[in-house]
Structure formats: structure tokens, C-alpha cells
């Protein structure tokens, strides 16, 4: 009889053991992903878009961001009718495979903000609705503003407001280093007062709120995060495993309501919620990715 009932308990483990595991691997994954997009490998990889927010103006940088990618193509549009095909057709195959698994396992402005978060445990929390602001960020400032100051025959360099001169990745990662070499070298600082704020309020909401910038601002995210219920690589929620524990929604750092339904696009896939056991990462097509769970416990 004792085996019998602890066969079941033995089962639910493994799941929970799994995701350990992984809370133990992701740091190791981050910093390794961190020296591939920070390899200056050449300059005809600028060419190449990668599938991360990253400054391609960064000294170290690679690939090409696809936020700018995107909004430089979106401004010459109305006149050579052109379209990223390549940059599409990458972020397509990324998103369908794994939706935003990108976000939670490779990304280095994603990783940056993990690590300022771990300064204090105190965190501000965002309702869920400022998570439909990245769409307004993809197709406003991204898409449809360069493309009308581009028919206004306003290039992209030349467009005083754009996602590129607002973004903090390019703050960070290009115009601090560059500001500091100019300092260093008596012309002064470099980067505008309104970059540098911004630069400034990020490090600063990075501490305070648990990734601001990919939950409320980050426009790859946000579409990466739409095939989160189509994407090959999902979470699988398992009723029977469900003790209602409530460990899932405590783990959720971007505060998802698991306890209501998996794979929605609040979800970067850090895959915290694993740890709990009764929901384990998938490979396959995905027939229980919105799954309702047990309501959780009430207090």
C-alpha cells in the first residue's frame, strides 16, 4: 500500500525537480547568450537581425536590432515599397518555435533587468493592462510614425522622434560608452538630457519594478508574445498535479495569473512557474496551452 501511494508523489516530483534544475541553468544561459550578442564578430553581421532587443550601435554589437530593423523600413516604405523579409522571416520562425522563450532565456536587456532586480526583493506591481502598451509602441512609434514622416520625405536619421531615440538599450549600450569615451577625452558629454533621463528612470524602475521595459514598453516582446498559445514550445498545465499550492503565481515575477490560464502574453518564459510541478515545458503541438487551473487558495 505504501508504494502504491507514493508512486503518485514520486511522479509529481520530477516536474518540480525539472524546473529547479532550470532556475539553476538560466543565470549560466543568460551570461552565455550576453557574450554571443556582445561578440564583435564584424560588421557584415549588422546585416543579419537578430531575435532580441539589443543595440546594434553598440561598440560590441553584432547582429542588428530588429526594432530598428523595422522602423528604418517602415520610413522608406512609402517610396521604395521595400519590406525586411529577412527580418520577418526570422522573427516568424522564432516566434512559432518558441514564442517568448527569447525573452526569459536570451535576451541581454531581459538579463539586465533580472540582475537590477535582484537589488531589493520589495517590487512595485503593474496591472495587467500596461502590458497592451507594446503594442501601441510596435505599431505606432515603430511602424506607422516613421512611415508617415517617411512619405513626408523625413528620413529615419533625421526623424526627431523615433523609437530609436527614446530607447534605453541604446542609451545604455551606445550612447553611455560613447559619452564616456568623449568625456574622457575633454569634449565633453555626448548623449542628449532627455536620453540620459530616460537612461536614468530605467536603471532606477528596473530596480524598483521586475522588467518594466519588456512588460509595458518592449515591442519585440509584445509580438513575440502573441504565438505564445501557437508557438512548438509551450507550457503544459497538469491537472491532476495541481495541489493548489499557489507556488505558481508567487514565482511569476511579471505577475500572470496562472491560476486562470497558461501561455497568455504577460508570459516571458522564465519558467519559474515549473518549479510547482504542475506545469512542465513542452515540445509539440500545443492542444492544452490555455488550460484553466484550479482556482488557488484564497487567504
Not at 553584432?62 to 523600413?73: D, I, R, T
Not at 500596461?130 to 526623424?159: A, C, K, N
Amino acid at each position: 500500500m505504501m508504494d502504491c501511494q507514493q508512486a503518485p508523489c514520486e511522479k509529481s516530483r520530477a516536474p518540480a525537480a525539472l524546473g529547479q534544475r532550470l532556475m539553476r541553468w538560466r543565470p549560466w544561459v543568460q551570461a552565455a547568450f550576453l557574450g554571443v550578442w556582445l561578440a564583435p564578430l564584424g560588421q557584415w553581421l549588422h546585416r543579419i537581425p537578430g531575435c532580441v532587443f539589443h543595440c546594434y550601435s553598440c561598440p560590441l554589437s553584432s547582429f542588428a536590432c530588429p526594432v530598428g530593423v523595422l522602423a528604418n523600413y517602415a520610413a522608406i516604405f512609402p517610396a521604395v515599397g521595400e519590406a525586411p523579409y529577412l527580418l520577418l522571416g526570422t522573427l516568424l520562425v522564432v516566434a512559432a518555435v518558441s514564442g517568448s522563450l527569447a525573452c526569459g532565456w536570451s535576451c541581454p536587456f531581459g538579463f539586465l533587468q533580472d540582475l537590477l532586480a535582484r537589488l531589493t526583493s520589495w517590487k512595485m506591481p503593474l496591472p495587467a493592462w500596461t502590458g497592451h502598451f507594446r503594442y501601441v509602441v510596435l505599431v505606432g512609434l515603430v511602424i506607422l510614425f516613421p512611415m508617415w514622416l517617411g512619405s513626408q520625405g523625413v528620413p529615419y536619421d533625421e526623424q526627431s522622434i523615433s523609437i530609436c531615440r527614446l530607447c534605453p538599450a541604446g542609451a545604455l549600450e551606445a550612447g553611455l560608452p560613447y559619452s564616456l569615451q568623449s568625456l574622457f577625452s575633454g569634449n565633453g558629454w555626448m548623449m542628449s538630457g532627455l536620453k540620459s533621463g530616460i537612461l536614468i528612470a530605467f536603471l532606477l524602475g528596473a530596480v524598483l519594478i521586475h522588467r518594466p521595459w519588456c512588460r509595458v514598453f518592449c515591442p519585440l516582446g509584445g509580438f513575440l508574445a502573441l504565438f505564445n498559445r501557437f508557438s512548438l514550445f509551450h507550457l503544459r498545465y497538469r491537472a491532476p498535479e495541481c495541489t493548489e499550492c499557489n507556488t505558481c503565481r508567487s514565482r511569476c515575477s511579471v505577475g500572470v495569473n496562472l491560476d486562470r490560464k497558461v501561455n497568455v502574453t504577460g508570459c516571458v518564459r522564465c519558467l519559474e512557474c515549473v518549479t510547482c510541478g504542475a506545469f512542465t515545458p513542452a515540445f509539440a503541438r500545443p492542444t492544452e496551452s490555455v488550460a484553466p487551473a484550479p482556482p488557488s487558495v484564497s487567504k
